[in-house]
């Protein structure tokens, strides 16, 4: 069965530092999706991907954030300049559906920022 | 302002018992409400899902009840087993989607 695919599955970095986060999508899907899971916390929207650019964004995805599709396969977030709060799970989702039903979401990234 | 309220916060029930995690919304631009399972350390998993024209659907254990007019959704699992000690979120799809603050369900054999 076609899964969404995320590395690494934990990283660790100081604060300030630069992070990419990378996600290998379900290959047919065209639709890529980043969410944040603070711990014990509700998952929350970051932004989604169509066709190279950015569909919607929520308030968290603020300028130090950034998304690309740099080949292919890959689907990537940056975080330019880590803070604490940013400590999160991290997943990529990723649907075959243009209305952004049926999301399929990968395992994770754990990002902790000290 | 909290576009999805989800509740209980925890759950238990008994092996055999029927668990009752419920939703309400906000905004009656939502067109999907779908239940996500989530296990330790994985991601939401897509359980079942609702499209506002239908009141109930059902997959096999798994029961999606849903009042258009007082805006709530909620998830029925029928014969719980231990293996469905999960954490289960609701969501509702706009331009984006939002998700409930989670249900943490513990089914006791």
């Known amino acids: 069965e076609p899964e969404v695919t995320q590395t690494p599955s934990h990283q660790v970095t100081q604060m300030g530092q630069e992070v990419i986060l990378r996600c290998v999508p379900i290959s047919n899907h065209l639709y890529f999706y980043w969410y944040r899971q603070i711990l014990g916390q509700k998952v929350e929207f970051l932004v989604s991907f169509y066709n190279n650019e950015i569909s919607e964004k929520s308030e968290i995805f603020d300028d130090q954030f950034s998304v690309e599709r740099p080949d292919g396969s890959n689907f990537t977030l940056k975080i330019r300049s880590t803070k604490l709060e940013d400590s999160a799970m991290y997943f990529c989702?990723?649907?075959?559906?243009?209305?952004?039903?049926?999301?399929?979401f990968g395992p994770g990234t754990r990002l902790t920022v000290l | 302002q909290q576009q999805v309220k989800q509740s209980p916060q925890s759950l238990i029930v008994q092996k055999g018992g029927i668990s009752i995690i419920n939703c309400a919304y906000e905004?009656?631009?939502?067109?999907?409400f779908p239940w996500y399972q989530q296990f330790p350390g994985k991601g939401p998993a897509l359980l079942i899902a609702i499209r506002p024209d239908v009141s109930e659907k059902k997959e096999g254990r798994f029961t999606i009840s849903f009042n258009k007019s007082a805006k709530q959704f909620s998830l029925h699992i029928m014969d719980s087993q231990p293996g469905d000690s999960a954490t289960y979120f609701c969501a509702a799809l706009g331009n984006q989607f939002y998700f409930g603050t989670g249900t943490s369900l513990t089914v006791i054999p």
């Open positions: 905004n009656t631009a939502f067109d999907y």
């Open positions: 989702a990723s649907s075959g559906d243009p209305y952004g039903r049926e999301q399929f």
